[in-house]
């Protein structure tokens, strides 16, 4: 399931690439961007197939809106622009206009976290899960990798509904060998066995959690790493359930804020039923500023490094 | 060239090519804008809360917020703040963030922008509260053409006429591309005078380059008794001949020897 050699892979090019083929196969796929078609990688789409694919020019509220529309006549529509401005800014049209009549809009989003980098606190979508998560009967999956966005991709468009993906902005190992992974939305992956602590991550913190986990080891620390791309429906809960019982410690790791996002689906399962101590890692209750990406995931404490040295101390203390 | 424009130019590219980021286009787009305003326009003291005057200072707002390198450096090279911390741009726990912010009280930044399209409603409240504290100060905004695509700029036009805000004058920096592509293949704006002219704005098309031009529509601006539109012609990339009219410019650094090259330009 995993790769052997890590290659760096853009989960971006992933998107733009599983559009082209979404569309070649399925005239009803259309595409929607505002203004960032080459950040989310859309132009590939709109190469291919220019009369199915609508820019909205700087103009977000009106493009989700538009999805809902084109969504109401039966067509397929992917929804892309960064997460902050799919989101935040776009929040009542995504639960009035897209969830509450339950269409059918696909909304990918990229340029998640704090990774975003120098562009600073105002495009660093923090709290993008917490958004999307609160609302009723949209699914919301952050894949970790560009084979698993390539997965999740084909996974929204064959289920009907609204779905929200986030991808990262960053290229990023890739994790998942394209011959054996196969992305499931009801289980969690486990990448390694475990005994002392259980880590549950999704997105780009899973190679750093990789890493980290070894780096644990070395220091005697046995961690059992699940990777949980599908944060909602949170129909992984059991494998965290029984990972938990295990362990009886449960951390999680995520480039987004401590409220409402994987820390929190996890230790709402949890404390419903199997009340277990959770130490959520991302981003405290705070903005994000600008800076260069790994110096980012650093101050924030996300990379391999810090995330061993701050698990460690926390089990040290414990 | 205007030796004040030339080192506000020549920053704005060694910000962005130490900063390996940022957006070189559309800062140089709007240099000459924003010289006029600072050094014969408003009325803003450099020393900014420390001045007695600093209730009295008219407002700016960089409603198109990436051009923020063109601001930082019109603002230091205006004496706001050390010359030096120019270059601490878009780093970790610099006070020149990628977008302005009012956070971390960086001498000159009005609001927080970034997010495209909020800038003018901000100015009408702002505009508003002068009004009802009897402040004759005057509220500037620049925004992008790109940026007149966002719908809540023209609900903030609606509201600027329907409440009469003769204190509020708007800047679009016309310079007719935005991310992906000209202005007007993406969701073209024209008739753009006549669409300001017809939500309640007295409108002045003039070349966005030309220093008396541009000072000529502000002071027709400042005693005009509706809200008022300045339509800037600029070109995106101004100055730099590589840059100019490339929308490929829009949000990607120099590498050393563009820069090198650019500084020759500017130089010359
Ligand atoms: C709400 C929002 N959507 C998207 C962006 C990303 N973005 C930054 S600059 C830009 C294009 C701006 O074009 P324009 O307003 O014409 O500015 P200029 O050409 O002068 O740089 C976009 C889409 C943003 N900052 N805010």
């Known amino acids: 399931m995993l790769k052997k050699t890590l290659e760096i892979k853009s989960p971006r090019n992933a998107y733009g690439e599983t559009l082209v083929e979404l569309g070649a196969a399925n005239k009803n796929i259309v595409v929607l961007d505002a203004d960032l078609s080459c950040s989310t990688q859309t132009c590939k789409f709109q190469k291919v197939f220019p009369e199915r694919f609508f820019n909205s020019g700087i103009a977000e509220q009106d493009m989700m809106c538009t999805a809902a529309g084109l969504a109401a006549e039966g067509k397929i529509p992917f929804v892309s622009t960064f997460a902050m401005f799919a989101t935040a800014r776009c929040l009542d049209q995504i639960r009035n206009s897209i969830c509450y009549p339950r269409l059918n809009v696909k909304i990918v989003a990229t340029h998640g976290g704090v990774t975003v980098g120098e562009d600073g606190a105002s495009h660093q979508a923090l709290e993008d899960i917490s958004y999307m998560r609160s609302i009723p009967d949209i699914c919301v999956i952050v894949p970790a990798d560009y084979n698993e966005v390539k997965q999740v991709v084909k996974y929204a468009a064959e289920i009907y509904g609204p779905v929200y993906i986030r991808i990262a902005r960053t290229s990023l190992k890739s994790v998942f060998d394209e011959d054996k992974y196969i992305f499931n939305p009801e289980r969690a992956v486990k990448i390694c066995e475990g005994s002392d602590v259980t880590i549950v991550t999704n997105g780009e913190t899973l190679c750093e959690v990789i890493a980290c986990a070894q780096m644990l080891k070395d220091k005697g620390i046995s961690a059992e790493v699940l990777h949980v791309p599908v944060v909602k429906p949170f129909l992984a809960a059991s494998d965290v359930i029984e990972s938990a019982k295990k362990t009886g410690m449960v951390i999680t790791v995520e480039n987004h804020s401590i409220i409402g996002g994987l820390g929190s689906a996890v230790c709402e399962v949890l404390s419903q039923n199997l009340p277990t101590r959770v130490l959520r890692i991302g981003t405290p209750d705070c903005f994000g500023q600008s800076g260069e990406q790994r110096s980012l995931l650093e101050f924030y404490g996300l990379t391999d490094k810090k995330l061993c040295e701050n698990i460690s101390r926390y089990l040290e203390k414990r | ?268």
């Open chain 2, 1 to 268: 060239m205007n030796s004040f424009n030339n080192n506000v130019r020549r920053d704005i590219l060694k910000m962005i090519h130490g900063a390996k980021s940022g957006h070189p286009g559309g800062s140089l787009s709007c240099v000459e804008i924003l010289s006029v305003l600072y050094n014969k326009v408003m009325f803003v003291p450099p020393e900014w809360k420390k001045s007695p005057d600093f209730q009295k200072r008219d407002r700016f707002i960089l409603s198109k917020g990436h051009a923020s390198a063109a601001l930082y450096s019109t603002l230091a090279n205006k004496g706001f703040f050390a010359h030096d911390e120019l270059f601490t741009f878009r780093k970790l726990a610099s006070r020149l963030q990628g977008h302005p912010s009012t956070r971390l009280g960086l001498e000159g930044i009005e609001v927080s922008t970034g997010s495209l399209g909020q800038g003018l409603s901000i100015a009408v409240g702002i505009a508003l509260a002068l009004k009802l504290n009897a402040n004759s100060a005057k509220v500037f905004v620049l925004l992008g053409d790109g940026e007149m695509q966002e719908g809540s700029v023209w609900e903030a036009l609606m509201s600027a006429s329907h409440k009469k805000l003769d204190n509020l004058i708007i800047v679009i920096d016309r310079n007719k591309l935005q991310i992906d592509g000209d202005t007007d293949d993406v969701k073209s704006l024209e008739p753009l005078d006549k669409k300001l002219q017809a939500f309640g704005w007295e409108c002045m098309e003039v070349d966005g380059h030309n220093e008396d031009e541009l000072e000529n529509a502000f002071n027709v601006a400042k005693s005009s008794g509706v809200p008022f539109a300045i339509i800037a012609n600029t070109l995106k990339g101004k100055g730099v001949s590589f840059m100019e009219n490339n929308v490929g410019w829009h949000g990607k650094a120099p590498n050393d020897d563009e820069l090198k090259r650019a500084l020759e330009e500017l130089n010359a």
